[in-house]
Structure formats: C-alpha cells, structure tokens
C-alpha cells in the first residue's frame, strides 16, 4: 500500500492504493461463514486489538462474534480470508467477550500498519454507518442489507441508500509573522488546542469553505489557502481535508459565541515552550490537525 508523498502532509491515514475488493460485493456467500471468514469487531469507534512482538495489530477473529446482531461488512479480502466487519451494540453478556481489547481508534490509529489502519478505519465508519441506518428516511421501513453490507435496501419502497461520507475542512491559519493560530472548541477539555476545522456547507467550494470558518470562528479574513492532503476521520462519517491558509489584515481575533472558547496565536518558541510546561495539549499523532500543527512547528522560521 503506497502512501502520498511531496507537497501532501505525512499523515498515517492517508492512504493510496487500498484494495476493498469491491467488485466483488455482490458474489454469493461473501458473508457466509467458513474457514476462510476472519472477523473484525467495532464498537462506537472502537476496535478490537491485540498486541504483538511486531506492535498493536487489528484483532482478527476466527469464530463468529455476533451473537444473533446482523450488522456484518465485507472489509476487504487479504491472505487468501475474507474479512468481515462486525459492529456490535452496547455491552452485553450475551455477546461480550471479557478477553477483547476494545480501544478508541482515534487514539490508537497512529500506532497500527497502513494495512491494519485501512480495515479499522473503513469497519468503524461502516459499523457507525449501520448503527444508524435502521429505517427508511422515505418512509419509515426497515432497511435490509445488500451488497455485502455496502447499500441498504428498503423492505417497503425498495429504494437504495448508501453510505454518507460528511467532507470538513481543517486548516493551519497563519499570520504574516508565520504565527500559528491554536483554538480550544468549548468542547474541549481545558489545556486541549488545535486548528479550526468545519463542515463544508452545500454549494460552497472547499476553499470558500476554509474562509468562512476561520472568518465565523475568529472573526479573520483569508487571503490565500494551499491544499495539504486528505484523511479519512470516521467519528462518525468525516472525511478532513487540510488547507495551510494564510490571513490578510489585522491578526484580531473575535470568538464565536458558544463554538470557541479560547483561541491565540503563537510564535515556535512559544508554541514549544507551552507544550514542555504542558499548558498545551494537541492532538494525537494520527490526526491531521496533528500533521498540520507539525508540518508548521518544524519549518524554519522566515529570515
């Protein structure tokens, strides 16, 4: 599996060449069990794991896990096994396995093989895809499963449905003293920054999409925007789009109300000096506001 090289950001989930074997999704039996089945349990945006001599890889089950729960995807085929996507609900003793690593794979994505992040990534986004796909949004039916868990079908109407992919923007705002601005959501916990990120809005461009926010979050007007690199962000169905984007005019910030708690800007010095102390936290290494903060944080100073 090739991963982006260049001008691109150096992100662990950015990846090229994946295989998910999708024409072959409508053969019969894909999810059958047997010998060759291979199981990977989600939950909620958790994986299951195990650790090995190698490092943390993606538990891939023999027997099938799903108690009765018909949630089951058609991840990928790899090493002669079909492997399929198991999103279970809420704890259980019915189906609950006191021996599964279940860990939150925004945490721990960065730590698996290209390979191993492909399949998390694509079983969790699948699993939160299917958890919330219960009913027909034309009339209210139950959907049925087709295509080895890729299109849901409804019992009633017949229509199709097909999994929703939410594309955000998130971008690395500098000033023209290259000073990076870092932001705390009121979502976030107290020492946790990182750079503004948004949805796209319908009929917007993505670069449109880079100026309104920072314009609606910190009140600054964009002058100019570089695309960077994309990842997938299943939490539950983004896909992150990254921009480096430079402001125009006073560096100012005006907070929207309830969506930014706190917001600054900071020097390389500065920026190092609050990470030591730890009065900084940033996200984790494989995200790419993390790609974004680094890519800023190790370039030389201009002059």
């Not at 994946?18 to 409508?26: H, W």
């Not at 503004?196 to 100019?224: H, W, Y």
Request: aromatic share 6%; glycine share 8%.
């Amino acid at each position: 599996m090739a991963m982006l090289r260049g001008p691109h950001l150096d992100t662990p989930l950015t990846l090229v060449g994946s295989d998910r074997d999708a024409l072959r999704r409508g053969e019969e039996g894909v999810l059958d069990p047997g010998p060759d089945a291979r199981y990977l349990v989600t939950r909620a945006g958790a994986v299951a794991v195990e650790e090995t001599d190698a490092g943390l890889r993606v538990l891939l089950e023999e027997a099938d896990p799903r108690g009765g729960h018909d949630s089951l995807v058609l991840l990928s085929f790899r090493d002669g096994v079909r492997v399929l996507g198991v999103e279970l609900p809420e704890p259980s003793p019915e189906i609950d396995d006191p021996g599964r690593d279940l860990r939150d794979l925004r945490r721990i994505a960065g730590d698996l093989t290209p390979e191993d992040a492909d399949l998390a990534l694509t079983a969790v986004a699948m699993g939160a895809w299917h958890r919330s796909m219960k009913h027909c949004p034309l009339c209210g039916e139950l959907l049925e499963a087709e295509m080895a868990g890729w299109v849901l079908r409804c019992r009633e109407d017949r229509s199709e449905h097909f999994p929703r992919t939410d594309p955000a923007v998130i971008m690395a705002v500098r000033d023209d003293r290259d000073r990076l601005l870092l932001a705390r959501n009121a979502s976030f916990r107290g020492r946790f920054h990182s750079v503004l990120a948004g949805f796209v809005e319908p009929g917007e461009s993505l670069e449109n999409a880079v100026a309104r926010e920072v314009a609606e979050e910190v009140g600054l007007t964009v002058a100019e925007v570089e695309y960077v690199g994309s990842q997938p962000w299943p939490f539950p169905r983004s896909l992150m789009l990254g921009y480096r984007a430079w402001i125009s005019g006073s560096a100012e910030l005006t907070l929207q109300d309830e969506e930014i708690a706190e917001a600054r800007w900071f020097t390389r010095e500065e920026f190092h000096a609050a990470l030591e102390s730890g009065d900084l936290e940033i996200p984790a290494n494989a995200s790419l506001g993390r790609a974004l903060i680094d890519d800023w944080s190790r370039e030389r100073p201009a002059g």
